[in-house]
């Protein structure tokens, strides 16, 4: 299992096509970003972001020490962070995937019959394309974390809160778990899937709904209501939101502190950081278990689905067999 997970990396690292294909969610999502959305979103958030500031520099004008030396916090220390957070959701899915059209090209070319014969266990051949899928996608969400972050603190000067030991554990675990369900989502689509051309389709359909889905080409709140209940139904918004609430910290609650509670409500509902179910928002546990739950029940369907579908091209073959044995012995009398 060791030998073959290695071979699936090393394979994948050398298709730089692919490793860069797996990343074009994530690429587009950060130009519609850098280039169109960034500034509506500013235009709709700003407003509130001044009368939090300027009751800051009164409390600073008033003599308040905490007030004084408190840095103003702007637009893109909100915005820059949730964008991130959506990227990593889009690549935790995406890059899994891709990583798993090794098993699709295998079973195309007959290797995994190779493999087979070479007395390596069914259920080791799939755990290898599982452990290695499930790796790139945490080694290309690091990546990508790395490089946004430098990017938004470079130009935009934002700072995020991954200096801190237990942020970044938390965050660490947050990505090893999105990509072990990126992973597990991704076996599933790909299992039935038997030619590159079907997994290259695939790939492309899931790249783009993913940065639909979680929210990142459009936020949740810029959608129509049914839009909305769709993508509560997606893995990957949950984990946006969880990698949203770790990136942002206590950025949502100083930003909105002069303002009404209810300001900073309304952004975090609209921007998906926590979505709305039953009436309230949802907590950080309640999306991690959502997350989870969504997997399973998206996994489990498409393997029933192909287990009956297994199952009935076998009860047909049996049946054609059948009958031409039984037209063989009538023919002979």
């Keep these: 299992m060791i030998a073959l997970t290695k071979r699936n990396l090393l394979l994948f690292t050398r298709n730089r096509t692919n490793m860069l294909f797996s990343l074009l969610g994530a690429l587009i999502a950060f130009v519609l970003y850098v280039v169109f959305l960034k500034q509506t979103l500013e235009g709709n958030w700003t407003d509130a972001m001044n009368a939090g500031n300027a009751a800051a520099s009164a409390a600073a004008a008033h003599g308040s020490a905490a007030a004084s030396t408190a840095t103003p916090i702007t637009v893109s220390d909100l915005l820059d962070p949730w964008l991130i957070g959506g990227i990593l959701s889009i690549t935790a899915i995406t890059t899994p995937l891709t990583g798993m059209s090794q098993m699709v090209y295998d079973r195309e070319n007959g290797l995994t019959d190779d493999f087979r014969l070479a007395c390596r266990s069914p259920w080791r051949i799939q755990a290898s394309y599982l452990a290695s899928s499930a790796i790139i996608g945490l080694v290309m969400q690091l990546i990508v974390l790395a490089v946004t972050g430098a990017y938004f603190t470079v130009v935009d000067h934002v700072t995020l809160p991954w200096r801190n030991p237990a942020t970044d554990a938390k965050l660490l675990g947050l990505i090893a778990l999105a990509a072990i369900f990126g992973a597990a989502l991704a076996f599933a689509l790909t299992v039935s899937i038997s030619t590159q051309r079907a997994n290259s389709s695939l790939g492309t359909v899931i790249g783009t709904a993913a940065g639909f889905l979680s929210g990142v080409y459009v936020p949740l709140g810029a959608v129509p209501a049914g839009a909305q209940h769709v993508m ?29 509670a209810s300001v900073a409500q309304n952004f975090r509902k609209d921007m998906g950081i926590g979505y709305e179910i039953g009436g309230s928002l949802t907590t950080p546990a309640q999306d991690l278990a959502l997350l989870a739950c969504i997997t399973v029940i998206i ?35």
């Design 232 to 260: 509560k139904l997606w893995p990957g918004a949950y984990s946006a939101s969880l990698f949203r609430r770790l990136l942002l910290g206590d950025t949502i609650s100083d930003a909105f502190s002069a303002v009404p």
């Design 299 to 333: 996994v489990l369907a498409v393997l029933l689905v192909r287990l009956g579908a297994r199952q009935l091209s076998t009860t047909n073959q049996r049946r054609g067999r059948g009958e031409h044995y039984l037209q063989g012995e009538s023919g002979a009398r």
